[in-house]
């Protein structure tokens, strides 16, 4: 059974940190490229950030940079978002996505938001 699952998520304080992950079972996450993406309300969808699955380059959005990590761990067949220095429009839904995709990989899964797999979401609220 296919299943990708996010959690993490939660109320934060602004200026704090969240750690998110996306654990993967019935597939190999080392073999897709992987992304996080949000959707606020109001808001479009969104790709925050992405990490490929051949040489490990990376996609950040201009807005997190400096502020979120992207990483993945192959052996426990999971993805990390490290979130820092966290603002109150940060407050969204975040999504994790796979794409198995070889040809222009970051651009494809993060900028065209074309995909796979998509999980099904954790909400993230930072907030006073």
């Keep these: 059974q296919l299943q990708f699952v996010e ?38 969808h969104e790709g925050v950030s992405c990490i490929s699955s051949s040489d490990g380059s990376t996609y950040y959005a201009d807005s997190v940079k400096g502020r979120f990590t992207i990483s993945r761990d192959n052996a426990k067949n999971t993805v990390y978002l490290q979130m820092n220095s966290l603002k109150p429009e940060d407050t969204a839904v975040y999504y994790c996505a796979a794409d198995r ?28």
Aim: net charge positive; hydrophobic share 35%.
């Design 101 to 128: 995709y070889k040809v222009a990989p970051l651009f494809r899964l993060c900028v065209l938001r074309e995909a796979d797999y998509w999980g099904q979401g954790t909400q993230v609220t930072v907030s006073s």
């Design 7 to 44: 959690s993490g998520g939660g109320l934060v304080q602004p200026g704090g940190s969240l750690r998110l992950s996306c654990a993967a079972s019935g597939f190999t996450l080392e073999n897709y490229t992987i992304g996080w993406f949000r959707q606020a309300p109001g808001k479009e």
